[in-house]
């Protein structure tokens, strides 16, 4: 049909992530784009309205540390790709229990 379009999100092949290269199994079919995570500012934002009551310091330091683990990943330093996902389950979990430490946030 005239405008059909799929909009599919797919994890990149490998660990941690067991399923199909999509690109490879798909990449001549679709027209396939990869996002990149957001600029700092930006998953700052993403985190406040979804942690609003969360410090805005200790946002910015998660987002921080997150942009550097995900370049740690990018130069082969550590193998796991953290998403914005487990940033998001952080500041979820300090918006609903503010009084947990840190410890326990990262262990939910």
Not at 2 to 16: C, E, K, Q, S
Not at 32 to 39: E, K, L
Not at 64 to 78: H, I, K, N, T
């Amino acid at each position: 049909a005239d405008g059909f379009r799929v909009a599919v999100l797919a994890n990149r092949p490998g660990y941690p992530f067991l399923g199909n290269d999509f690109f490879r199994v798909c990449g001549d079919v679709f027209s396939s784009r990869i996002v990149d995570n957001p600029d700092i500012e930006s998953e700052v934002a993403l985190l406040r309205s979804v942690g609003p009551d969360v410090s805005a310091e200790s946002v910015v330091q998660l987002a921080l540390l997150f942009a550097e683990l995900r370049d740690m990943v990018e130069s082969g330093q550590l193998s796991y790709p953290y998403s914005m996902r487990e940033l998001i389950k952080l500041v979820t979990h300090m918006q609903q229990f503010p009084e947990d430490p840190l410890e326990a946030v990262a262990a939910d």
